[in-house]
């Protein structure tokens, strides 16, 4: 099957004074249509980061430095800028992380899908714009008054919901959704990830969901690929890396989760994440890492099958 | 002893939507403890924080902080009200002025309240204080709020908390953009706060199962209203109240059985609620007919814990304002 997204040995770099951060470090991976993938790892390991060069949206001091990106065969680079502007809800839909704190505060919801519209040349009378909204709010499980209300009027849950409804208004190919429900409690959660999947089986698109939230992970997405300073480290349907985690990263990780069943079981993965504009030699998680021996101090792992389907970056996995 | 905190009958109406609904609770800084609070988006959590914060004044009832009203404090009180009680709010990006580096948020503190006695001895604590939640100094300081992550912007907000040593930490969703392992790392130091040093905590939340680990009770919010609180480990292991139940039973789990997104568990959520009966009458799987006439109080079931169900009438009546009569440090 042909991949619909192809990233290939992505790379992002912010300027500093000091050094470049290296925030997305050659970053590869296919997507197929219709596929679920998962992006979770440490805070600040680059997800949001690879996720906005996706659609090239970074911005000064930080730009793409490596790597190829292409939608349905297109080569992401070659597009213009107007192009690229109509492929940014059309082709891939973004519902950035926070997105809900970007919605204009001095219009009210209703407004900010026709400025959707509007943007991406949808000429709507006003009867239909109203329909429209109405549909959309409800398939994210919101009442219809509130395309009247002002974003101060909703709480965060609320915000965020509207934020996927003007994500999904032009049925894109993908939807890149930065942690869309980390701000809703679980039960409306369900109510979003079901729409989401509706909507993706309506659209037959693929989505991506950048998360940290294992538990919706696990029920949600058919791979999962874990970053760490950068890199994908590891790369594999969903299943084994809850049951046989290969990279020693992804294994510390899922060995944090809190339980539901005992109290007092919680821990952490000692030491800090390291400083991305000077990383360890190596590989960048040795200082961290209980299986680390002498070469993994030198010789940075490269990324390569572990199993079937299941890729990892470690020397060991 | 004054409590240090005490809310009486509170109440929040924003035009014709309550927000919060009387709801009483004090802060006893002679019993540190950590108390969660989850439950439904909008039902109030972050209004009831503001308010306990003195961020925005009740519509009903009054606040009160070392025995006098909020809205009447003088100027040295306030201030010794801002150094008691800290904030992590719900939403990182909206406390940090973009203009600034992310050190402002740090250091004006640390000379407004004088937490330090030389410039050094600042930055050490302020050095300790990121390190505590996971942050390296030499990455953070010195950056602009733009130029850091979610998470990164979070834990600031959590390590700044940290750094003012206060009697309260009302904590808005501190660790909802970070992983799983650091919000292991961040609640553990948390908690050593509470154990420690005597800091009591008031934890929001939609994380059920860092509530379960990290708190000693928890308050579950429905639509303004208090539909189950007590002990932590009676609550999330038994929940009493069918929201409690849904959604307790709503939890992703880590697991390769997909069953999360076929549940039928929740379907009725476009119907109107009662205007007055129970808040949930309009969703409840076990709705009387009196459920839609009458607002259930709080019965008390168990020593330490009480809900709002009429499922359980017959157990006492928890009188409203006897709220922390069943909220309790555990006993250790
Ligand atoms: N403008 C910038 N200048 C310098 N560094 C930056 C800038 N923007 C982001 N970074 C750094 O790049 C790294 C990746 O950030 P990114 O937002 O992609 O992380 P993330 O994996 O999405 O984290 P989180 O889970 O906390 O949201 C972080 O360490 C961040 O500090
Ligand atoms: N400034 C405001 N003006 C009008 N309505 C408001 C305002 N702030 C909050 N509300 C309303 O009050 C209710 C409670 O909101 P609140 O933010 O306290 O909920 P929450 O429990 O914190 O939700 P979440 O879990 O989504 O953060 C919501 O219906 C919200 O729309
Ligand atoms: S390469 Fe070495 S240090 Fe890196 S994850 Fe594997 S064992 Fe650990
Ligand atoms: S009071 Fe009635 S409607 Fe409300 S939760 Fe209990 S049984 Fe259900
Ligand atoms: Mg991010
Ligand atoms: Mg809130």
Redesign the pocket.
């Known amino acids: 099957m042909n991949a619909i997204l192809k990233v290939e040995g992505l790379k992002v770099e912010f300027d500093h004074p000091l050094g470049a951060v290296k925030a997305v470090d050659d970053v590869s991976f296919a997507l197929q249509p219709g596929e679920r993938l998962g992006l979770a790892g440490e805070s600040g390991s680059g997800k949001s980061t690879m996720a906005l060069s996706l659609l090239r949206m970074i911005k000064p001091p930080g730009r793409i430095t490596a790597g190829r990106v292409s939608l349905d065969g297109t080569e992401l680079s070659a597009l213009d800028h107007e192009a690229m502007r109509h492929l940014r809800l059309a082709g891939i839909a973004m519902v950035p992380q926070g997105s809900m704190n970007s919605l204009n505060p001095v219009i009210r919801i209703k407004a900010q899908f026709a400025d959707a519209f509007r943007d991406h040349g949808l000429k709507l009378s006003s009867a239909e714009l109203d329909a429209r909204v109405a549909e959309l709010l409800r398939t994210v499980g919101l009442r219809p008054h509130v395309a009247d209300l002002y974003p101060h009027e909703l709480s965060g849950g609320m915000k965020q919901r509207a934020c996927i409804a003007i994500a999904i208004c032009l049925r894109p190919k993908v939807i890149i959704a930065d942690e869309p429900t980390s701000a809703l409690d679980v039960v409306v959660q369900r109510q979003v990830m079901e729409t989401l999947a509706r909507v993706q089986r309506d659209l037959g698109c693929a989505i991506i969901l950048v998360g940290h939230d294992m538990g919706l992970m696990a029920q949600f997405v058919d791979r999962l690929g874990v970053m760490y300073a950068g890199r994908l480290v590891e790369l594999a349907p969903i299943a084994e890396i809850i049951t046989r985690p290969r990279h020693p990263y992804t294994q510390a990780l899922i060995s944090s989760l809190p339980s539901l069943e005992k109290r007092g079981a919680m821990q952490g993965i000692p030491g800090l994440a390291p400083l991305l504009r000077d990383l360890p030699p190596g590989c960048a998680f040795h200082p961290r890492c209980p299986r680390a021996e002498a070469r993994c101090t030198t010789e940075k792992p490269a990324v390569r099958e572990v199993a079937p389907n299941q890729q990892a970056a470690c020397h060991f996995a | 002893m004054t409590p240090l905190l005490e809310a009486k009958h509170v109440s929040k109406h924003y035009g014709a939507n309550t927000a919060l609904s009387d709801l009483s609770m004090s802060i006893d800084t002679s019993k540190p403890a950590i108390t969660a609070v989850v439950g439904e988006s909008g039902s109030g959590k972050t209004t009831l924080a503001r308010i306990i914060l003195g961020l925005v004044p009740p519509s009903e009832g009054q606040v009160l902080y070392q025995g006098q009203d909020m809205a009447r404090l003088s100027g040295t009180e306030r201030r010794q009200f801002r150094r008691d009680v800290q904030a992590v709010f719900q939403d990182p990006y909206e406390v940090y002025n973009p203009f600034y580096r992310v050190d402002h948020v740090l250091t004006t503190p640390v000379r407004n309240f004088n937490l330090a006695s030389s410039r050094a001895e600042g930055r050490t604590m302020i050095e300790n204080a990121l390190r505590a939640v996971g942050l390296r100094p030499e990455e953070i300081l010195g950056r602009y709020p733009h130029q850091l992550s979610g998470g990164q912007r979070q834990r600031i907000m959590v390590a700044r908390a940290v750094l003012m040593k206060p009697k309260l930490i009302v904590a808005d969703e501190p660790v909802s953009m970070v992983d799983a392992s650091l919000r292991a790392t961040i609640l553990t130091s948390l908690r050593k706060l509470t154990d420690e040093m005597g800091i009591s905590i008031i934890y929001i939340t939609h994380d059920l199962a860092t509530a379960y680990q990290v708190s000693d009770n928890i308050l579950v919010m429905y639509r303004a209203c208090v539909a189950e609180a007590g002990a932590v480990e009676r609550v999330v292991k038994h929940p009493q109240?069918?929201?409690t139940q849904l959604l307790i039973s709503s939890i992703p789990q880590v697991s390769t059985t997909r069953d999360w997104l076929d549940d039928e568990g929740d379907q009725k959520t476009a119907a109107t609620p009662s205007a007055h009966?129970?808040?949930?009458?309009d969703r409840?799987p076990?709705?009387?007919p009196k459920?839609s006439t009458t607002l259930?109080p709080l019965y008390r079931t168990e020593p330490a814990r009480a809900a709002?169900?009429?499922?359980h009438e017959a157990s006492p009546t928890l009188p409203n304002g006897a709220l922390n009569e069943v909220l309790t440090p555990t006993p250790s």
């Open positions: 109240h069918p929201y009966g129970c808040r949930f009458v409840c076990v709705a009387m459920c259930p709002a169900c009429f499922q």
